[in-house]
């Protein structure tokens, strides 16, 4: 069965990065786009961009250039996101979630459990 | 951007009918296909999709569950409510990217 297992709770520093993934399993992990999603305290979605992983082409949300950098390690069928520098902002649950490719099909059919990335000094 | 209202709240009694809209800012629709899309998420848990591409039914979602509508106006019915239904709905666009969702209706008893 598809499953989408993200890595532990992250608390960080105002400044720093952080680095979450998104391990893929029971179908090709090239064979679908990993998008990467942020959703606050305040139960707001925003898409932040996707990640094809066979290619590692991206797309980002504007709104997030600069903040999130999205990598894939194939070996591994890992997806990673990064952010950096950090502010109380970026505080939120990050969730990993796949679509199809096809223009039109960019839903989003499976979910990570989802990471807190909480930001403090 | 494109914008997705949907009311904060909605309460219905059990066993009735629920009706969930969503708007759009411009249209999400395209040829005949409709390109809006509804999730469900219960506390605690991450979005599980119920509805694509307006009016289609995900794998292993009750067919209560039905989604309707074009242009810039949907709406996800759930016919009739069952306990198990109290959560947040969120609709999603994916006309145009950034793909966005609307700001979540929360569905409770009466």
């Known amino acids: 069965q598809v ?17 979450i993934s998104c391990k893929a399993s029971g179908y090709t992990f090239t064979s679908y786009a990993m998008h990467w999603i942020k959703q606050t305290t305040g139960q707001a979605l925003e898409w932040t961009g996707y990640i094809a992983p066979g290619s590692g082409g991206t797309k980002y949300n504007e709104k997030f250039k600069g903040k999130a950098t999205l990598t894939v390690d194939k070996s591994s069928s890992t997806a990673y996101m990064q ?27 499976y979910w990570g459990q989802g990471v807190m990335v909480t930001v403090s000094s | 951007d494109i914008v997705l209202t949907q009311s904060p709240v909605l309460a219905v009694s059990l066993g009735q009918r629920a009706t969930i809209s969503c708007r759009a800012s411009q249209s999400v ?7 809006m899309h509804w999730y469900q998420q219960k506390p605690g848990q991450q979005p599980k999709l119920l ?5 289609n039914l995900a794998s292993g979602i009750p067919a209560r569950f039905s989604g309707s509508g074009s242009g ?4 996800l019915t759930i016919d009739p ?10 609709c999603q666009q994916s006309r145009e990217s950034p793909f966005t969702f609307g700001s979540g209706t929360k569905l409770e008893i009466k």
């Open chain 2, 81 to 90: 409510v069952q306990a198990d239904d109290i959560a947040a709905y969120y």
């Open chain 2, 72 to 75: 810039t106006d949907f709406t």
């Open chain 1, 3 to 19: 499953q989408l297992q993200q890595s532990g709770a992250e608390l960080a520093k105002p400044g720093s990065s952080v680095k």
């Open chain 2, 29 to 35: 629709s395209i040829s005949s296909i409709n390109l």
């Open chain 1, 83 to 109: 952010l950096s520098s950090l502010t109380p902002v970026d505080t939120a649950v990050y969730y990993c979630a796949r679509s199809t490719f096809n223009y039109g099909s960019y839903y989003f059919d």
């Open chain 2, 51 to 55: 509805i694509y591409r307006a009016s």
